[in-house]
């Protein structure tokens, strides 16, 4: 029953005899617990974030939901493992576009250790955490029926230039996304990072919470972004939708906020704002030149 | 009619046959221009902010006007320097409470020498400036007639933790400030952090512009508090300000956000936000205490 997810963008994959998660037809994820106390603090993570009162409803739905661990042969063969049981959020989608972004000008903790903080900030000087406050991890794109999915390789992901990133978030939501270039014309961009429901909103009522919040400090973790274009074009279920992932480097935040993720965070909400409003400025030229009345529509339609 | 300035609380002082800034009657502040380049680049800073038209009118007041500069006698007589002259921001305050925050969870931009990012990121861990996202740099606290300023000296300083952060920002706008302990009352809360024109307000509106604003990374620079606090008692002028100043290491923005100064800049407000909402709090005990109706003013007193 249980197989090798098959929208996974980053980390570690379940293939070729390797430890990874793996994934049931009942919408669950099961994600080993790694041996080197990482699983354990992320299953430690997710019991404190599941009772903490503190945390209100409407920002729980940007978390999987956890069901605990469960033992279960391991992917590589070695035998029964821990696992921890998580919601598979991708399951309700049919083709997924996904980006995982990981979130924070630097994805060390003050406690680690200096050989840990020099590997990471190698890694952020070399990537784009440190200048743009977050960096992308993996990513696919579903370019229609036709042409299926683009989805980069590890090495291309991690060489992303900061032109790189403010050309994927265009594609991203682009119906010429083939193309890949500047002349993407982010026509889903009102449907899918615009809107009251869209991506933009749910980044600022993160952010509302980021600015409050000093229950915890999120390291290394990662922000998806996720939907599916047919469903968002079609106007019906399921909707785009961000959700926070991977917290085996969640620290205390011990009455401060979290102004590492913060920052980038605000970085990304300016990065997708920006593609909001050049598609809507471009929507109204194009009105303008059709010799409609020149008034767009929240999905960019001319009215 | 040069001499030394008497309320600077940190960076290089014009003492001990030592080159440092030197202030006039007039209101000017003159800045010497550091020989290792910094100097000219801050000066090119100021040449660039003063004529950009994208910074807007609202923002220009918390930077200290800048006159150009001047050929002056260097306070550590070494003959004549160039200095830069700058509006004296202190001048028009008669007993001011100063503090130095250094902004950002890094002092080091991502352009910058192996070396100097290694010893940037050491002071960095010491300090506050990673686990707050800044770091007090300098203060002084007017305490009255008798006793005084507290200006604790550059050791005391750089040993400040999280603890005393907290704290001292209590301490800065209590009536028993000299107490230095968590029985700071926060008598001077509502009418220095809080009201329409109080540091908050301020606070927020420069966070507002630093969400938005790609034109500069404002790189080790500082956010100046000061306050008269009898001036504040007495409702008269000059009002609490905030001013940034050191713009040594300002780089451009490229487009980008400096989430790296507005992280910190966040989680500056939560700590002077949370100073207020406990100083309004323990004012309602004190309305409810004393039998009078539990309203209180924004200044803090009953109704």
Same mark, same amino acid.
């Given at each position: 029953?249980l197989?090798?997810p098959e929208?996974q963008?980053?980390?570690h994959l379940?293939?070729?005899g390797k430890l990874?998660?793996?994934?049931d037809?009942?919408?669950?994820?099961y994600?080993?617990?790694?041996g080197d106390g990482?699983?354990?603090?992320?299953?430690a993570?997710?019991e404190s974030?599941?009772?903490?009162? @503190?945390v209100p409803?409407h920002?729980?739905?940007?978390?999987?939901?956890c069901? +605990?661990s469960?033992?279960?042969?391991?992917?590589n063969g070695?035998?029964?493992?821990?696992?921890?049981?998580?919601q598979? $959020?991708?399951?309700?989608y049919?083709n997924?576009?996904?980006m995982?972004?990981k979130?924070?000008?630097?994805?060390?903790?003050?406690e680690a !250790?200096?050989n840990?903080i020099?590997?990471?900030l190698?890694?952020? @000087? @070399?990537t784009t955490?440190?200048?743009l406050g977050?960096r992308i991890a993996?990513?696919?794109?579903?370019?229609?029926?036709?042409?299926g999915?683009? @989805?980069?390789?590890?090495?291309?992901v991690?060489?992303?230039?900061v032109y790189?990133?403010? !050309?994927i978030?265009?594609?991203f939501?682009?119906s010429?996304s083939? $193309?890949?270039?500047?002349n993407?014309d982010c026509s889903?961009?009102?449907?899918?990072?615009? +809107?009251?429901? +869209?991506i933009l909103?749910?980044l600022?009522?993160l952010k509302?919470?980021f600015?409050?919040?000093?229950?915890y400090?999120?390291?290394s973790? !990662?922000?998806?972004?996720?939907?599916?274009k047919?469903s968002?074009?079609k106007?019906?279920?399921p909707?785009p939708?961000i959700?926070l992932i991977?917290?085996?480097?969640?620290v205390?935040?011990?009455?401060?906020i979290?102004?590492?993720?913060?920052?980038?965070?605000?970085s990304l909400?300016k990065?997708v704002s920006?593609v909001?409003?050049?598609s809507k400025e471009?929507s109204?030229?194009d009105?303008?030149?059709s010799?409609?009345?020149g008034?767009?529509?929240?999905?960019g339609n001319?009215?």
């Open positions: 029953m197989k090798v929208h963008v980053a980390g379940a293939i070729d990874g998660p793996l994934v037809d009942s919408g669950r994820f994600k080993p617990l790694q990482r699983g354990n603090k992320e299953l993570f997710y974030f599941s009772s903490d009162t @503190r409803d920002i729980r739905k940007y978390f999987p939901v069901y +605990g469960q033992l279960l042969e391991a992917s070695s035998g029964l493992l821990h696992h921890l049981v998580l598979d $959020i991708v399951s309700s049919r997924p576009s996904i995982d972004v979130i924070g000008s630097r994805t060390w903790y003050p !250790s200096d840990y020099q590997k990471c190698e890694k952020d @000087r @070399r955490t440190v200048s977050f993996g990513l696919q794109l579903y370019e229609g029926k036709e042409s999915y683009w @989805r980069p390789g590890r090495k291309e991690q060489s992303f230039t790189n990133v403010r !050309s978030l265009r594609r939501v682009s010429n083939s $193309i890949g270039n500047e993407s889903f961009a009102p449907s899918i990072y615009g +809107g009251s429901a +869209g909103e749910q600022l009522e509302a919470w600015e409050d919040q000093t229950i400090h999120f390291h973790c !990662s922000l998806l972004i996720l939907f599916d047919e968002v074009s106007g019906s279920a909707v939708a959700k991977d917290f085996a480097h969640v205390e935040g011990k009455g401060v979290d102004h590492n993720f913060l920052g980038g965070l605000c909400i990065f920006e909001l409003s050049d471009s109204i030229k009105c303008v030149e010799e409609k009345p008034i767009c529509t929240d999905n001319c009215q």
